[in-house]
């Protein structure tokens, strides 16, 4: 047997090995040169055991690395028992399966065994797993074609088969041919080899993430290397990236249970830990992973005692990877050494009080601000968008939102547009679909006017569908996605921005989220009821749908009712094997009146489920009500 493992802890290491019978081949991915691939094994059976999701993903970036083999054994030892386990295995060019087994334990840990008609890539088996139990969906990344040289290349791009492996010297493929890739990362020592390929302009080199001593700010001059460059350690795109498809705020706790903990550091090594021990030990690299945040979600918080730097790359590196997934952090300051993690960052930990972590609402605002930010500025995409940006390389511009507001009132629509004028970090549309009022009454001439956004009026007849008139506008958006928009609802200037970012963490189609603050306007009273959020779920609002355009094509579009559109279109999605997800809901509140809803509901369903009440307007830091103050005008009977 040949057993090659990923992502282990040392002390872990002999206890993995033990698994394997004695005669066994044994290889760590981690420490290996990726630009030798591994021998096949003469008794054909290979086993690939990650510690986690986040490693298998690793693993996957490995695969041409990876041997033929008729017998495949995978396997991950820690995973949260939360995470979905649906491994779909997709291989048209691979010899036929002839038998397949998977088996997961009570604790999440799970393991597959396969078995091929003849010798078939371990490392497509292991890319083809990583797609199905991430939703089936392909690795897409933005920016050039990439190469890895180095052991721990792969955290730079954790779970993408398709890069390119080289040796640390090179040359990148055929001498005598175009070069497979236009960048090159190489993973180093103190002493980086020199590079020989003279076709490729970009060489990167980034210290080792253990790597004990700071980072030489110039690489290999004396070797006569002029286009590899080091990054120092106080540089952000010197820390290897979060894996946004694992580290994420996927299964945020909102009511914890359990109290603070500390983040120290013991050597060179990472822990968070509560009395009387340690509750996660993070890998000497400081690759925080998905079942490492697992066992945090519970913490009300953690506070960050810093150590002495010594391996400053993979300290800011836990840290960046805790934020993204949403843990609340704080700190008494951020030492000159931790710059890296980005200004705004720091003072998002530093600037946070006691007061604010125990109040469960302050609690989670401030992990949606840490999230936000770590994911803007660590993730994978955000890494390679300013690496290949630094190279003078061409990055693909950022996905679009094409927002649809289907409305009958034109007395709501000022306080519409100022909302989705006001959104922030998003390219976005508004396709204005006019369900019977013309567009050339006052206050819907007025409101256009005053619209510094790319916009496309549509006028439909009153007697059409409401499914049939979203449609309609849906066909004149030239967005990615597809943003559904209620005209009296509020939402926050991230609201759009932070919907985008749910998509691209978990791969959902469809991302929306709960309506937990409510203002009932026939009583003046907001209400706050608690729900989970960050979780795949349907039960979302409908005016909070942001949709994949290929989704919604694919089912159809929206259904042709004049009612219940948004559950019908639930149900098609399901239907067709879509994901749906539940993002955090504090960036947008519900607004009920006596009349004019398509799902009429009496005030006392929504004091039933009240955790919290105020008088008048009250909802999430994130929104300022203030800013976007309801219309004086009356509000008709016609529902929208």
């Known amino acids: 047997m040949l057993l090659m493992v990923i992502g282990f802890l040392p002390e872990d290491q002999e206890s993995v090995l033990g698994l394997a019978p004695a005669s066994s081949q044994v290889i760590d991915l981690d420490t290996i040169d990726p630009g030798i691939p591994v021998d096949a094994p003469v008794s054909g059976v290979v086993a690939v055991i990650a510690r986690t999701f986040t490693d298998l993903r690793r693993a996957a970036s490995l695969a041409a690395l990876l041997p033929k083999a ?20 997709a291989s ?12 997961r334990a009570p604790a999440g840990d799970w393991s597959v065994e396969a078995r091929f008609a003849g010798p078939s890539s371990v490392g497509e088996f292991v890319a083809a797993l990583v797609r199905g139990l991430g939703g089936n969906r392909l690795q897409t990344m933005p920016g050039p074609r990439i190469a890895l040289a180095g052991a721990g290349a792969s955290h730079w791009r954790p779970g993408d088969p398709g890069v390119t492996l080289t040796t640390m010297r090179g040359p990148l493929g055929d001498p005598d041919e175009i070069p497979p890739a236009d960048l090159v990362l190489r993973s180093t020592g103190p002493e980086p080899s020199e590079w020989s390929d003279l076709r490729m302009r970009v060489v990167i080199d980034r ?3 253990d790597q004990r001593s700071p980072a030489r ?21 010197a820390v290897p990236p979060v894996d946004e498809r694992s580290v994420n705020p996927t299964g945020f706790v909102s009511t914890p249970q359990l109290g603070d903990a500390v983040l120290t550091q013991t050597g060179d090594r990472w822990s968070v830990q509560v009395d009387p021990g340690s509750l996660v030990r993070f890998h000497p690299s400081g690759a925080v992973t998905d079942a490492d945040v697992a066992r945090l979600r519970q913490l009300r918080a953690v506070t960050i005692e810093w150590g002495s730097g010594i391996a400053p790359i993979a300290a800011t590196r836990v840290v960046a990877g805790l934020a993204a997934a949403g843990v609340p952090l704080r700190a008494a ?8 993690l980005g200004g705004e960052l720091a003072d998002l930990i530093t600037g946070v009080g006691e007061s604010d972590l125990t109040d469960d609402l302050r609690r989670e605002e401030h992990s949606i ?46 306080f519409a547009l100022r909302q989705i004028a006001r959104q922030r970090h998003v390219d976005l549309e508004l396709i204005l679909t006019l369900h019977g009022i013309p567009a050339d009454l006052p206050e819907v001439k007025a409101a256009v ?63 929306g989220c709960h309506a937990q603050f409510v203002y009932l306007g026939q009583i003046d009273l907001t209400i706050y009821r608690r729900a989970r959020s960050e979780w795949m779920d349907r039960r979302i609002s409908g005016g909070t749908f942001l ?76 929104i300022d009500s203030a800013d976007t103050p309801l219309p004086l005008t009356s509000v008709g009977s016609v529902p929208e």
């Not at 110039?218 to 795109?237: I, Q």
């Not at 300051?333 to 890296?340: E, G, I, L, Q, T």
């Not at 004049?562 to 879509?578: E, T, W």
């Open 217 to 237: 700010p110039e690489a290999a001059d004396e070797h006569g290397d002029e286009n590899a460059t080091m990054a120092p350690p106080y540089d952000v795109d």
């Open 333 to 340: 300051h951020v030492p000159p050494w931790a710059m890296a």
């Open 449 to 511: 006017a005053g619209f510094d956004r790319p916009i496309t009026v549509v006028e439909v007849p009153p007697d059409v569908l409401f499914g049939a008139a979203l449609n309609h506008g849906v066909a004149r958006a030239c967005g990615r996605y597809v943003a559904k928009w209620d005209d009296d609802d509020w939402y926050s200037p991230d609201f759009l921005a932070d919907m985008i970012l749910a998509s691209s963490y978990t791969g959902a189609e469809l991302v």
């Open 207 to 209: 210290p080792q993430a």
């Open 70 to 89: 008729k017998h495949h054994v995978i396997a991950v030892a820690m995973s949260s028992p939360d995470r979905p386990f649906s491994p779909a295995v």
């Open 547 to 622: 949709i994949e355009r290929s989704a919604l094509d694919s089912v159809g579009g929206f259904p042709l009712v004049q009612r219940h559109v948004d559950a019908a279109l639930l149900d098609g999605l399901s239907a067709a094997g879509a994901r749906i997800y539940r993002a955090h809901s504090l960036g947008y509140a519900l607004h009920r009146r006596a009349t004019g809803h398509t799902w009429n509901q009496p005030v006392t369903y929504f004091l039933r489920g009240a955790a919290l009440q105020w008088r008048g307007l009250r909802f999430s830091a994130f």
């Open 369 to 414: 601000r840490l999230r936000r930010t770590a994911l803007r500025g660590h993730s994978t995409e955000a890494r390679w968008r300013s690496l290949a940006g630094a190279a003078g390389l061409p990055v693909p511009s950022r996905p679009t939102a094409s927002v649809v507001l289907c409305t009958r009132r034109p007395e709501f629509l000022d």
């Open 92 to 103: 048209p060019d691979r010899p036929a399966m002839v038998s397949f087994q998977a088996q």
